[in-house]
């Protein structure tokens, strides 16, 4: 592995408020173009010219950097997002979130889970059992970041994910980002859908089920979206914060992807 590895984040803003965020991790000789590449979509992707971009670059210890497998990819087509959310809140049952929690999440991001109803720019950590949030900051949340694929295998899971019918930049970036949070100390489950009005489809992943995706989670044209992390009870917070922010983690395999299926109740 290249010794003399970047990590590089963005975040774009509007009055304060997030609109869009980038993670990789890159060779020295990658990071211009990389870098130019955030940039064009904290200025063109992001639905609103931000006000406030901000990249930072660091390099890091190779040391520290943990690889780790994407999980594996299924989707279920879903008559609208009401079922969409009754399959969601079934999948996070079966990963070990009580019912409570599960329903209190999906609520929580179908209100804007953010002060005011807002949009956090990180998760939302919830306890599995309780429902109770634990994170500190409302309006930030956790971030997951430095994380990326491991450049040797992106060309092949790009592939992959393309044939599949998966190639939007999107999905392999929810897939590593999933394969960082499920390979935290404590973490049960996991359930987002996106803060873009026009992409409707998100996912609930557990370590045993993988990237679940469900094609409706929400109405076309809703602004809110969002991400929940639950956690065992019994889990350190700092350690799973810590993990989650500052863990370098490369994906270097990819798991299966199935063929999608409808899901009917
Ligand atoms: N760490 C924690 N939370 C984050 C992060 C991060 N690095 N990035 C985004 N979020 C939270 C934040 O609250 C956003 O509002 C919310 O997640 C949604 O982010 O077809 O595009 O980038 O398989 O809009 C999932 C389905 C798409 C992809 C998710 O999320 C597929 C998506 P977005
Ligand atoms: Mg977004």
Redesign the pocket.
């Known amino acids: 592995m290249d010794s003399r590895l970047i990590s590089l984040r963005m975040r774009a803003s509007l009055c304060g408020h ?1 609109l ?2 980038a ?1 990789r991790i890159v060779a020295e000789g990658e990071v211009v173009a990389a870098t130019t590449t955030m940039v064009t979509r904290a200025m063109q992707g992001a639905g609103a010219l931000p006000d406030e971009v901000h990249c930072s670059l660091e390099r890091l210890d190779p040391a520290s950097i943990r690889l780790v497998s994407l999980p594996d990819v299924a989707t279920f087509e879903v008559s609208d997002w009401q079922s969409g959310r009754r399959l969601a809140k079934q999948l996070l049952t079966r990963a070990g979130v009580s019912l409570e929690a599960a329903s209190f999440a999906l609520d929580l991001l179908a209100a804007g889970p953010g002060p005011d109803g807002t ?5 939302v950590i919830m306890n599995a059992r309780t429902g109770e949030r634990l994170e500190t900051d409302a309006g930030r ?5 430095r994380m990326d694929l491991e450049a040797s295998v992106r060309p092949a899971i790009e592939s992959m994910l393309a044939a599949a019918g ?1 190639g939007h930049h ?2 392999a970036e ?1 897939l590593v ?1 999933a394969a960082k949070v499920l390979s935290a100390p404590g973490i049960v489950a996991e359930v ?5 009005p026009a ?1 409707t ?3 609930v992943a557990d370590p045993q089920y993988g990237y679940q ?1 469900i094609a409706a989670l929400k109405e076309s044209g809703d602004l809110r ?3 929940v992390f639950f956690v065992d009870p019994e889990t350190t917070l700092d350690t799973l914060g810590d993990y989650l922010e500052f863990r370098p983690v490369l994906c270097n395999a990819l798991g299966r992807i199935s063929p999608p299926t409808f899901w009917s109740e």
């Open positions: 997030h869009c965020g993670e949009v956090m720019r990180g998760a949340g956790v971030r997951v970041s998966l999107r999905v929810a980002l987002c859908w996106s803060d873009d992409y489809t998100g996912y995706r979206g969002g991400r």
